[in-house]
């Protein structure tokens, strides 16, 4: 009875244990200036990924704002050389680099340091499906609001859904991921 009390203890063992990491999506989308950006030139640096419709009336002015605010304290902290975010269209039919850039715009963005990514809608679903999320549902945008946290080497570190985004402890993680 040991040796079989043994066997599944090394399964229950491995079963809780961590596996590997998992890894943001590779992608090539174009941000907000018409300019190609590669998931592999966002490497060094922490990312603060979200998933945002221009249209949209509920969720996304919401983080948007809320993460234009944490954006501003990764400047003022002089963090942002260091710290990138990004914003992935779920609709990029509408979503064109001109309208990404009004929108940009319209929340006081430094576009130096956030890319927002629309391209072809194949492409974008591709990327939005690696991330976990549903991209469409019929006649509607379907999407959550999902923030997730890359460390510089491409790992995601944290995925968050609450719609209140605390600057503080939004912060706080991306120092833990600086190191």
């Given amino acids: ?3 079989l009390a043994a066997v599944l203890a090394g399964l229950l063992l491995s079963a809780c244990a961590d596996g590997p ?3 943001m999506p590779s992608f090539a989308l174009v941000d907000q200036s018409g300019t190609t950006v590669k998931s592999e030139s966002l ?3 922490a990312l603060v990924v979200s998933f945002v419709f221009t249209t949209c ?3 996304c002015p919401l983080i948007t704002a809320q993460l234009a605010r944490a954006q501003a304290r990764a400047r003022a902290e002089k963090l942002d050389g260091r710290v990138r975010f990004v914003s992935i269209t779920l609709d990029p039919v509408t979503d064109t680099p001109d309208v990404l850039r009004r929108y940009a715009d319209a929340y006081g963005i430094d576009h130096t340091t956030w890319h ?3 391209g072809a809608s194949d492409d974008v679903a591709r990327v939005i499906r690696a991330f976990g999320l549903a991209t469409v549902a019929p006649d509607r945008i379907v999407h959550g609001s999902l923030v997730v946290l890359v460390d510089g080497a491409g790992r995601i570190a944290e995925q968050r859904t609450d719609l209140e985004l605390d600057a ?3 912060l706080a993680s991306l120092r833990k991921l600086l190191g």
Wanted: glycine share 6%; proline share 11%.
């Fill in 1 to 3: 009875m040991k040796p």
């Fill in 21 to 23: 990491p998992e890894m």
């Fill in 43 to 45: 490497r060094g640096h």
């Fill in 57 to 59: 009336v509920q969720a």
């Fill in 116 to 118: 927002f990514l629309t």
């Fill in 168 to 170: 503080d402890r939004l």
